[in-house]
């Protein structure tokens, strides 16, 4: 009885010569997911499934249903979403469907700008005759001044009004605001506002005694 013919090897990759620019084969492609906070997913060949707590460092948190929390490495086809191999990547902005950040707002109702570091204040001033007034001032329009930089001084009384613009030098970089009280045509304090006005010194203010009498019931 004649022997079988000797079965040929599979010489595998050394059959051929290795073209070391030729195409390479990669790996199977799977699409990337953002892991925006809140998204279920499974880490592939563990048991471990859960809620993305968010991504810390370049690696993935997510807390299991008892609560604990893992750290996991965002490999390429490393997980599982609604039951689909994917790549999951740190997200860059927001989850889809949520609402943008509510603008954060001043008193004043500006838009507040971001927490800066304390600053020199600027040579202007701003003058506020009466104490209800420079309260009133600076719970309204505080933030925005103090962002500018500008500093709101109480003024006591208008009489020596000259006194107090003289002793403070107003001149370019250097300006005055000045709000009064019972700033009527006619009487002392308009008298006093014409005296002082000028190219750096501004002079406004409200018609009433006190600012109160302003708010209606």
Known sequence: MAAPPPRRRDP???????????PRRGGAQHPTVAAHPGLVVKQRGTP????VVGVVNGYLHVRDRRGFEHRMTMLKGGFEVDGKVVTLVAPRGPAPGTAPAPVSRTASGSVAGPTAPAQIAKASRILVEGLHDAELVEKVW????R??????????GADHLDQVVRAFGPRPGRRLGILLDHLVAGTKEQ???ASVAGPDVL??????????QAVKP
């Open 147 to 156: 962002g500018e930089g500008v500093v709101v001084e109480q003024l006591e």
């Open 48 to 51: 471990i499934s859960g809620t």
């Open 142 to 145: 505080g933030d925005d001044l």
């Open 191 to 193: 008298r006093i506002a």
């Open 203 to 212: 002079v406004t203010g409200h018609p009433y005694v006190d600012i109160w």
């Open 12 to 22: 595998g990759i050394l059959s051929e010569p290795i073209d070391l620019d030729g």
